[in-house]
Nanobody, 121 residues
Framework: QLQASGGGLVQAGGSLRLSCVDS????????MGWIRQAPGKEREFVAG???????IYADSVKGRFTISRDNAKKTVFLQMNSLKPEDTAVYYC?????????????????WGQGTLVTVSS
C-alpha cells in the first residue's frame, strides 16, 4: 500500500525527489519515515515525522534532505540535495503505528517496495 518512486542515477552534488503514495488507510493514523539500505549494510533511518508533526533527520543527511507531505494526496516526499556517493542505497518509505523510537528501522510496521538511488562520483 506504500508505493515509493523517484529514484535514479545522479552525479554527486545533484538532487532527487522521492515520493511515497499511500494507497491504503495508513496515512492518517501512522507516522511516516524514509529508511535506506546500502549494499551490504543494515537498514538506516534517514528522515521521518514525529507524532507531534515535527520532522527528524539522521545526522548524515541533516541540512541536505527535507521530508514533507501532502495530506490531500496521501503522499510523503524526500527532497535530497547535495547528494554524495555514500547516499547510494535503496530508499524505503515506511509507516509506524506507535511508540516514539523513530530512529530504529525495525520499529516501522509497514514498508513500501523501495526505490534505488545511485550517486556517482
Amino acid at each position: 500500500q506504500l508505493q515509493a518512486s523517484g529514484g535514479g542515477l545522479v552525479q554527486a552534488g545533484g538532487s532527487l525527489r522521492l515520493s511515497c503514495v499511500d494507497s491504503g488507510r495508513t496515512f492518517s493514523t501512522y507516522v511516516m519515515g524514509w529508511i535506506r539500505q546500502a549494499p551490504g549494510k543494515e537498514r538506516e533511518f534517514v528522515a521521518g515525522f514525529t507524532w507531534s508533526g515535527g520532522s527528524i533527520y539522521a545526522d548524515s543527511v541533516k541540512g541536505r534532505f527535507t521530508i514533507s507531505r501532502d495530506n490531500a494526496k496521501k503522499t510523503v516526499f524526500l527532497q535530497m540535495n547535495s547528494l554524495k556517493p555514500e547516499d547510494t542505497a535503496v530508499y524505503y518509505c515506511a509507516a509506524k503505528s506507535g511508540g516514539i523510537d523513530y530512529y530504529s528501522p525495525n520499529r516501522y510496521d509497514y514498508w513500501g517496495q523501495g526505490t534505488l538511488v545511485t550517486v556517482s562520483s
